[in-house]
């Protein structure tokens, strides 16, 4: 017997009995950006390697360890997307949709970084991704933070995740920052772990971000980035502050937040939760000012955030969300003519009901079996159709999830029984 080929190690499977949850959530954010105006992009799983470089940094967890990177037969170095924002900026610049231009873009599918796999970080992940380009000010950074809440409360989510944010400043401000913090942090070089003596020379802050409990107290001890912002940068953020109390939205001021991506600038914020164990983050963003005139085009402001699908799902399933039935109707077919006529049937009621979730049975078998199936499909109800019911002109129908009697509607009644349940809610 031939070994069985199995999925590559921290890439999943999402099966039929949990798509539904997927669906469910995947519809509501689509329904939450549609409602602020937000437009779907679609961008290549593959690119150039070197505009990740460009981006997120090469001194960086990703773009030195994580990133599954090939050459083509053309010698090209290729790369499996590590994130969205990058490829978003790229399509934003070779399609001329960025400079003097307001930009609202959204997008979903699959992200690929070589990493450990543990519950809530895979090699093969799901994001959502939604970056703003051409506007400057705090408000657009405030929408998108909205929009997060807005997502959360959709979902049913709001409770158990808390808003972080910090301020980054402007390029010039962190690197007047960065000098103060190689200076606090190689006079405690003995305490730094290996990790962190190699970030000392390529990207500093990245130490903050550092999860080693040993370094903790350090950590804690070094200067804040919040305290050597400009006016500019410091009334950007306190604007932002102030939309959210105006609005009711809580945070917490993380001096520490800095995000392990080298674009972000000024803005970054993180909703985290204690109910993922270790991976707690389930959506993170920030504004990149900087980034599209980085990568070849002209000085463009812009900001964005993505959304972890894989946590969000497990939040779902933590707080016991569960999608409504996938099957409104099963169709019991016995007999040769009920089998035909049946399917003649099915085709009506789903031209007369596009809405209608109906499930026809195929493959034969007795009642029994077939109605156990109708049972196992999770619908409502059971339409039965033998040679009797056939003759007579009628369906049975018998409610499967509550203790009804079977009754039987005219064929050419079957249509307007399943509008007067839909307007009763039933």
């Not at 900001?303 to 894989?310: I, K, L, S, W």
Request: net charge negative; with cysteine.
């Amino acid at each position: 017997m031939a070994k069985n080929v199995q999925a590559i190690r921290g890439m999943h499977d999402i099966l039929p009995s949990q798509t539904p949850l997927w669906q469910l959530l995947e519809d509501r954010v689509r329904n939450v950006l549609e409602r602020y105006g937000y437009r779907e992009i679609r961008m290549p799983l593959v690119e150039q390697t070197e505009l990740f470089k460009r981006s997120i940094g090469e001194v960086t967890d990703i773009v030195e360890k994580e990133m599954y990177t090939f050459d083509d037969r053309n010698g090209d170095s290729l790369t499996l997307r590590p994130e969205g924002t990058a490829g978003c900026v790229r399509a934003g610049i070779e399609n001329g949709l960025l400079y003097n231009q307001v930009q609202r873009l959204w997008y979903q599918g699959p992200m690929f970084r070589h990493e450990r796999p543990q519950k809530g970080r895979y090699r093969q992940f799901q994001q959502i991704g939604v970056e703003a380009f051409g506007m400057a000010g705090p408000d657009i950074d405030l929408e998108l933070i909205l929009i997060t809440h807005r997502i959360w409360q959709t979902l049913g989510l709001s409770d158990g995740l808390e808003l972080q944010i910090n301020s980054l400043g402007t390029a010039d401000e962190r690197l007047v920052y960065r000098e103060l913090l190689v200076e606090y942090l190689s006079s405690y070089l003995d305490q730094l772990d290996e990790e962190s003596r190699r970030r000392l020379k390529g990207n500093p802050l990245r130490i903050l971000d550092s999860k080693n409990p040993d370094m903790r107290e350090l950590i804690a001890g070094a200067p804040a980035l919040m305290d050597h912002l400009g006016e500019e940068s410091q009334a950007h953020f306190d604007a932002i502050c102030a939309g959210l109390d105006a609005v009711g939205v809580v945070y917490v001021i993380n001096p520490r937040l800095v995000r392990g991506l080298d674009y972000y600038a000024r803005t970054v914020f993180e909703w985290v939760t204690d109910r993922l164990g270790a991976q707690g983050t389930v959506c993170a963003g920030g504004r990149y000012d900087g980034l599209v005139e980085q990568l070849g085009g002209r000085a463009t402001t812009a900001v964005g955030f993505a959304v972890g699908v894989e946590r969000l799902v497990a939040l779902l399933e933590e707080a016991g969300i569960e999608p409504e039935e996938q099957v409104d109707a099963y169709l019991v077919l016995m007999g040769d003519e009920p089998q035909r006529q049946g399917l003649l049937l099915a085709e009506r009621l789903r031209d007369q009901l596009p809405g209608l979730r109906l499930l026809t049975h195929c493959g034969g078998g007795g009642f029994k079996s077939q109605f156990k199936k109708a049972d196992r499909s999770g619908a409502r109800f059971a339409l039965i159709l033998g040679e009797d019911e056939l003759a007579k002109g009628v369906v049975g129908v018998k409610n499967l999830r509550e203790q009804t009697e079977q009754q039987e509607i005219a064929l050419d009644q079957l249509a307007e029984f399943f509008k007067k349940n839909e307007e009763n809610g039933i």
